[in-house]
């Protein structure tokens, strides 16, 4: 039998030139080479390349750019000298405002051909910081001695190497300027080989690093630990195992929030806590939800997938009564202690698995004027399979994946409701990433609004 390597094709040698027709949804150009489709990496549509292939399969080959023959007026030099090599960004050499057009087409073209919706209205883009805008990451740890150092950063695109990064041009600049500084700091540890990852998290005043280990670490350790804290002023976690074991190291009472400007909220959260990653963003964010919710004074709003509740505290300030429900009980517990912080009273949470059958809740049987949608990757099908159990006459849907939103929007539109508008927002600018917000209006009065079924 032959061996798994001696069945790959063969790779052609050398360079070839290519013209880019589109790109990809990962950020590569898409040229078409004797009617077959080939990915360049670094290439950007209509721009002439010569390129290298690096593998070639049955359906499509796949390449490198080695030289841009004819650049693409969109085209800048990316500000980190690590963008090509780099898996945390893929648009770098994409100007923004291109960026954000890209990620609209993406959202429009995902919402017609998943959900047969076309908005009624294309909501203005939100745009926040470009750079230094990250504040929570996950960062790998490894320690090469060949390389005569520790690793810390993202890995390789498309590779399952971590990238020898020097600095972060996206991450917080607490945390991005200084990966040297935590590569020498973990290198100096006698359980260096132990440090499996870095998870960062960025309040409004102060920046937390949860260490994760996968042996104890000795006094010494500590202390190194602890003294580089002090020196950044930082706040150092330990988490020996899941996510239940994290303690804080230095210093011993440390508190993370942020505040919501528009409503006079301050949010408490823990470093391990879902929270979202651009805090300009998010002030935006939660301003249009509530602005798009056009929530009157005696309305029950639902907002579902609360988390911590980032929109249901701010939603409370202007409703009669919100339901928050949330899958994960530690985050409830945050969101309740988060309305008490905050004086907020007319909010009543609720924990529940969202994606399975939830036809028997209690929170879903009473009914509810509007109801705002923040799901995960996944999205938020069964809950949009028994929409008409819930009734809101408007729906704020903020999506992370627009293709489990347009898969959602089909199966609100075939219970009757109407996408009044749509729009991206730059959570995650020099990525694919496209966060974007719908607006949902019940219409009564609309029969045979499509033939996709529910299960679609």
């Given at each position: 039998?032959?061996?798994?390597?001696?069945?790959?094709?063969?790779?052609?040698?050398?360079?070839?030139?290519?013209?880019?027709?589109?790109?990809?949804?990962?950020?590569?150009?898409?040229?078409?080479?004797?009617?077959?489709?080939?990915?360049?990496?670094?290439?950007?549509?209509?721009?002439?390349?010569?390129?290298?292939?690096?593998?070639?399969?049955?359906?499509?080959?796949?390449?490198?750019?080695?030289?841009?023959?004819?650049?693409?007026?969109?085209?800048?030099?990316?500000?980190?000298?690590?963008?090509?090599?780099?898996?945390?960004?893929?648009?770098?050499?994409?100007?923004?405002?291109?960026?954000?057009?890209?990620?609209?087409?993406?959202?429009?073209?995902?919402?017609?051909?998943?959900?047969?919706?076309?908005?009624?209205?294309?909501?203005?883009?939100?745009?926040?910081?470009?750079?230094?805008?990250?504040?929570?990451?996950?960062?790998?740890?490894?320690?090469?001695?060949?390389?005569?150092?520790?690793l810390v950063g993202f890995r390789e695109?498309?590779?399952?190497?971590?990238?020898?990064?020097?600095?972060?041009?996206?991450?917080?600049?607490?945390?991005?300027?200084?990966?040297?500084?935590?590569?020498?700091?973990?290198?100096?540890?006698?359980?260096?080989?132990?440090i499996a990852q870095i998870e960062v998290?960025?309040?409004?005043?102060?920046?937390?690093?949860?260490?994760?280990?996968?042996?104890?670490?000795?006094?010494?350790?500590?202390?190194?630990?602890?003294?580089?804290?002090?020196?950044?002023?930082?706040?150092?976690?330990?988490?020996?195992?899941?996510?239940?074991?994290?303690?804080?190291?230095?210093?011993?009472?440390?508190?993370?929030?942020?505040?919501?400007?528009?409503?006079?909220?301050?949010?408490?959260?823990?470093?391990?806590?879902?929270?979202?990653?651009?805090?300009?963003?998010?002030?935006?964010?939660?301003?249009?939800?509530?602005?798009?919710?056009?929530?009157?004074?005696?309305?029950?709003?639902?907002?579902?997938?609360?988390?911590?509740?980032?929109?249901?505290?701010?939603?409370?300030?202007?409703?009669?009564?919100?339901?928050?429900?949330?899958?994960?009980?530690?985050?409830?517990?945050?969101?309740?202690?988060?309305?008490?912080?905050?004086?907020?009273?007319?909010?009543?949470?609720?924990?529940?698995?969202?994606?399975?059958?939830?036809?028997?809740?209690?929170?879903?049987?009473?009914?509810?004027?509007?109801?705002?949608?923040?799901?995960?990757?996944?999205?938020?099908?069964?809950?949009?399979?028994?929409?008409?159990?819930?009734?809101?006459?408007?729906?704020?849907?903020?999506?992370?994946?627009?293709?489990?939103?347009?898969?959602?929007?089909?199966?609100?539109?075939?219970?009757?409701?109407?996408?009044?508008?749509?729009?991206?927002?730059?959570?995650?600018?020099?990525?694919?990433?496209?966060?974007?917000?719908?607006?949902?209006?019940?219409?009564?009065?609309?029969?045979?609004?499509?033939?996709?079924?529910?299960?679609?």
């Open positions: 039998m032959a061996s798994k390597r001696s069945r790959r094709r063969p790779v052609p040698k050398g360079l070839f030139e290519a013209r880019i027709d589109s790109f990809s949804s990962d950020a590569r150009g898409i040229a078409h080479i004797d009617g077959k489709a080939t990915f360049i990496e670094g290439a950007l549509p209509g721009e002439k390349v010569l390129f290298g292939y690096i593998r070639s399969k049955s359906k499509y080959d796949e390449g490198m750019v080695e030289q841009i023959l004819e650049p693409s007026p969109d085209r800048v030099k990316p500000k980190c000298p690590h963008a090509m090599v780099c898996g945390g960004c893929s648009l770098q050499h994409l100007n923004a405002r291109a960026q954000i057009e890209l990620k609209q087409q993406s959202l429009l073209a995902d919402l017609l051909r998943i959900g047969e919706v076309v908005p009624d209205e294309i909501l203005k883009p939100m745009i926040g910081d470009n750079w230094g805008y990250r504040r929570k990451a996950r960062l790998g740890v490894r320690d090469v001695p060949a390389k005569g150092r520790v695109a498309r590779g399952r190497y971590l990238a020898e990064l020097e600095s972060c041009a996206v991450l917080h600049p607490s945390v991005g300027e200084h990966l040297m500084d935590l590569s020498e700091l973990i290198g100096r540890l006698d359980a260096r080989s132990s998290a960025i309040s409004d005043d102060k920046t937390a690093l949860v260490f994760r280990h996968l042996e104890t670490l000795g006094a010494d350790d500590l202390t190194k630990l602890e003294t580089y804290a002090r020196k950044y002023n930082q706040i150092i976690y330990l988490q020996p195992g899941g996510v239940e074991t994290v303690r804080p190291l230095w210093p011993k009472n440390p508190e993370l929030t942020y505040r919501l400007e528009s409503f006079d909220i301050y949010m408490s959260f823990l470093p391990t806590d879902f929270i979202q990653i651009n805090a300009s963003i998010n002030q935006k964010m939660v301003s249009r939800v509530v602005e798009l919710l056009e929530i009157q004074a005696n309305e029950s709003v639902l907002d579902v997938f609360c988390g911590i509740g980032n929109f249901t505290s701010a939603i409370a300030r202007k409703a009669g009564s919100v339901t928050g429900v949330e899958g994960d009980a530690r985050l409830i517990e945050r969101a309740r202690k988060n309305s008490i912080d905050n004086g907020i009273a007319n909010i009543q949470y609720h924990v529940a698995d969202l994606f399975e059958d939830i036809t028997d809740q209690a929170w879903i049987k009473t009914g509810h004027d509007k109801m705002l949608l923040d799901p995960p990757r996944p999205g938020a099908r069964e809950v949009v399979r028994e929409i008409a159990r819930i009734n809101p006459s408007r729906i704020v849907y903020v999506s992370c994946h627009s293709a489990t939103m347009a898969r959602d929007a089909g199966i609100l539109k075939c219970q009757g409701y109407h996408c009044l508008m749509a729009g991206v927002m730059d959570m995650f600018p020099h990525t694919m990433h496209v966060e974007s917000i719908a607006v949902f209006e019940k219409r009564n009065d609309t029969p045979g609004l499509t033939t996709m079924k529910l299960d679609k």
